[in-house]
């Protein structure tokens, strides 16, 4: 399951939310030459629930590119949005994507929220367990989990991913990354960049490089752990080959020893 980690992959929740030039972002997400995009069911436009998947849909068309997407959460109006891991709730979802993406099998699916007080998550995973079952789910996740739900979920069925706000100089994660590096999960990192803390000494290297910041700060990140990938939000096509870009760059001991040190300043 660890060939999903050590990826750059593209999320399409800012090329979704509110109305864009459908073509220009299609020739964005097609040049950034991700092998992985990111979705939901939630990322959609008022006058569209289904916006962000089927943008997705028309992306990757005869690619080998791998979608993950994440239902139990939906858009209702332009500042309301639901959440519901209910077995028929989910199962709906998944059909809806199955649809949408003209597919008997989805690549990566995930609950988008399991921190509902009068839903446990262990009903939205084992619906999750039964569908990858019956082949309409290849890997099944868990996004915006914490250690404690994620170990509830996996005492009834074994999750392939997780997909948590994680940034390179928050590492808010920490906790639930150790527990994908012990059971070897892929763990996709979301809002890798989105931090106001400085990182003088990787900013060094960075004009030293010619490259940017941003290319380190993904690259650091991506050398934090074996089981680490990140979700690029990046909607321009600079920014978006630059993160992409990342999954290539050099990493050395001078990189670590800066990034270390960058991630003192926080502590």
Same mark, same amino acid.
């Given at each position: 399951?660890? *060939?999903?980690?050590?990826?750059?992959?593209?999320? @399409?929740?800012?090329?979704?939310?509110?109305?864009?030039?459908?073509?220009?972002?299609? $020739?964005?997400?097609?040049?950034?030459? $991700?092998?992985?995009?990111?979705?939901?069911?939630?990322?959609?436009?008022?006058?569209?629930?289904?916006?962000?998947?089927?943008?997705?849909? *028309?992306?990757?068309?005869?690619?080998?590119?791998? +979608?993950?997407?994440?239902?139990?959460?939906?858009?209702?109006?332009?500042?309301?949005?639901?959440?519901?891991?209910?077995?028929?709730?989910?199962?709906?979802? +998944?059909?809806?994507?199955?649809?949408?993406?003209?597919?008997?099998?989805?690549?990566?699916?995930?609950?988008?929220?399991?921190?509902?007080?009068?839903?446990?998550?262990?009903?939205? +995973?084992?619906?999750? $367990?039964?569908?990858?079952?019956?082949?309409?789910?290849?890997?099944?996740?868990?996004?915006?989990?914490?250690?404690?739900?994620?170990?509830?979920?996996?005492?009834?069925?074994?999750?392939? $991913?997780?997909?948590?706000?994680?940034?390179?100089?928050?590492?808010?994660?920490?906790?639930?990354?150790?527990?994908?590096? /012990?059971?070897?999960?892929?763990?996709?990192?979301?809002?890798? &960049?989105?931090?106001?803390?400085?990182?003088?000494? &990787?900013?060094?290297? /960075?004009?030293?490089?010619?490259?940017? &910041?941003?290319? @380190?700060?993904?690259? /650091? &990140?991506?050398?934090?752990?074996?089981? +680490?990938?990140?979700?690029?939000?990046?909607?321009?096509?600079?920014?978006?080959?630059?993160?992409?870009?990342? *999954?290539?760059?050099?990493?050395?001991?001078?990189?670590?020893?800066?990034? *270390?040190?960058?991630?003192?300043?926080?502590?």
């Amino acid at each position: 399951m660890l *060939e999903l980690a050590g990826r750059v992959a593209l999320g @399409l929740a800012g090329f979704s939310m509110t109305p864009r030039n459908r073509t220009a972002d299609l $020739a964005t997400i097609r040049a950034a030459g $991700a092998t992985i995009l990111d979705t939901a069911r939630a990322y959609a436009q008022v006058d569209n629930p289904l916006y962000g998947e089927e943008l997705a849909a *028309e992306a990757v068309d005869g690619t080998s590119v791998i +979608v993950g997407t994440k239902g139990g959460h939906s858009r209702i109006n332009a500042d309301t949005w639901d959440a519901d891991i209910s077995a028929a709730r989910i199962r709906a979802d +998944v059909e809806s994507s199955l649809r949408v993406f003209g597919r008997e099998q989805l690549d990566l699916y995930y609950l988008h929220r399991v921190d509902l007080a009068d839903q446990p998550v262990e009903e939205g +995973v084992a619906t999750l $367990a039964s569908l990858r079952d019956e082949g309409k789910l290849a890997r099944i996740g868990l996004s915006n989990v914490t250690l404690a739900e994620l170990e509830r979920a996996t005492a009834v069925a074994r999750v392939d $991913a997780v997909q948590n706000r994680h940034t390179a100089m928050g590492r808010e994660a920490d906790d639930v990354v150790a527990w994908c590096e /012990a059971n070897e999960v892929p763990f996709f990192a979301y809002s890798p &960049l989105r931090s106001a803390i400085p990182a003088p000494h &990787l900013a060094a290297i /960075a004009a030293n490089r010619g490259v940017s &910041l941003e290319r @380190l700060q993904l690259s /650091a &990140l991506l050398h934090s752990s074996p089981v +680490v990938s990140v979700i690029s939000g990046a909607t321009r096509p600079q920014t978006a080959l630059d993160s992409i870009a990342a *999954e290539r760059e050099l990493w050395s001991a001078e990189l670590q020893t800066a990034y *270390e040190a960058d991630l003192e300043t926080v502590q």
